[in-house]
């Protein structure tokens, strides 16, 4: 897995190349505090994978697993998003929190970093976590 960073880059694609050595957001190619003088300026959470190319929170998923109730689900990195097909409720710790909540969800997509999808205090969801 990569390192997280925060920040702005160039927005020329999910796959842009960064050094060997890229530690923190000012070493990948056209980020900087200026959107106007350094490319498009969207700001998103970078990693920079294994291969050395930059990956933002921006990229289509690239793998789902159903929800499912039977227990807690415990994911071994956060979610990109939920795609909800029937409404209903899920118990959830998103990624950064320490506590539970529950959202009460409508049919959809909805883009939340998810680690922990709870069997208690869920119903009803028909979907999936997507990766």
Not at 34 to 44: E, F, L, M, V, Y
Not at 85 to 111: C, E, K, M, N, Q
Not at 122 to 127: D, K
Request: a positive charge; aromatic letters at 6%.
């Amino acid at each position: 897995m990569g390192t997280q960073l925060m920040g702005t880059y160039e927005g020329e694609g999910p796959n842009v190349a960064a050094p060997l050595n890229a530690t923190n957001i000012a070493d990948v190619q056209g980020t900087g505090p200026n959107p106007t003088t350094t490319g498009q300026g969207k700001t998103a959470a970078i990693s920079i994978d294994r291969r050395r190319r930059v990956r933002t929170s921006s990229e289509s998923a690239r793998s789902a697993i159903a929800i499912n109730f039977s227990s807690d689900q415990v994911f071994t990195k956060a979610t990109r998003g939920l795609h909800v097909s029937t409404a209903g409720t899920l118990a959830v710790r998103f990624a950064d929190d320490a506590a539970d909540v529950t959202l009460v969800l409508a049919i959809g997509v909805y883009p939340y970093a998810i680690s922990v999808i709870r069997n208690s205090g869920s119903s009803g969801v028909v979907g999936v976590a997507l990766f």
